[in-house]
């Protein structure tokens, strides 16, 4: 499936790291490509920097805003969504429940909601891809609670498949991609722990986002692709 300016696709949670990277690669090959942000000040910068994309303030979290936003677009042919948090991770008999439940909405109810709410925008020989995290496929201590979240968002992607057809349903699992989601982290405990997903990878590195990209445009542009988890993760579940 070919891509130009006549192809419209919206990436939510696209103002930075894996979904401003994969904007910038579909742009790039011609499609017409709108990012979501939440804060203002880094979708003013992303549209500064880079003009080939339209960048728009959208919250994942409330459905008004959300039948706002698709309102304002009109129909388009994808969605990708990027939309995440941070909360869930840690030891087992330590997780904070309150804590899990904000991971929840964070990121599996608001990409729910964000998929939802597209249904009657978007074409049905679009697609429709969750980014999640491999997390859900691993078996690391400290990661059950985001493992839940992630697990919760794949086990949709079979069933939305069949029931959604002929709109394209997949996800993508990646692994530890270096971007400014690890930032939230005290600096000597992002560091170590990015040394250590390094270490366990098959492929002896972490991924970049421009890597989460291409999966991206793979799934977009294949049409023969449906139903489908496509691990990028430089084999660390099997670590």
């Not at 696209?14 to 017409?32: D, K, P, Y």
């Not at 491999?134 to 839940?148: C, F, K, M, V, W």
């Not at 988890?229 to 660390?236: A, I, K, N």
Request: charged share 20%; hydrophobic share 45%; net charge neutral.
């Amino acid at each position: 499936m070919d891509l130009s300016k006549d192809r419209k696709i919206v990436i939510m949670g696209g103002t930075s790291g894996m979904g401003l990277a994969s904007a910038r690669q579909l742009a790039s090959r011609g499609a017409s490509v709108i990012v979501t942000g939440r804060n203002s000040e880094r979708a003013e910068r992303v549209r500064h920097e880079n003009p080939e994309l339209t960048v728009e303030i959208a919250d994942a979290s409330s459905s008004d805003g959300l039948a706002r936003f698709y309102q304002s677009i009109g129909p388009f042919n994808d969605l990708v969504l990027c939309v995440s948090g941070a909360k869930g991770a840690g030891a087992f008999p330590a997780v904070d429940i309150a804590e899990l439940r904000d991971g929840f909405d964070e990121k599996f109810f608001a990409q729910f909601r964000a998929a939802q709410a597209a249904l009657p925008f978007l074409k049905k020989d679009g697609s429709l891809t969750f980014i999640t995290a491999i997390s859900a496929r691993a078996a690391n201590p400290g990661t059950a609670g985001l493992a839940a979240i992630n697990g919760a968002i794949e086990a949709m992607v079979k069933p939305l498949a069949r029931e959604l057809r002929p709109l394209r349903v997949n996800a993508i699992s990646p692994g530890a991609v270096e971007t400014p989601w690890w930032d939230r982290l005290p600096r000597e405990v992002r560091d170590s722990l990015l040394q250590q997903t390094a270490a366990a990878s098959l492929v002896g590195r972490n991924g970049s986002a421009e890597e989460i990209g291409s999966a991206v445009e793979f799934i977009l542009t294949n049409g023969f692709v449906s139903g489908t988890v496509l691990e990028v993760d430089g084999g660390l579940h099997l670590a």
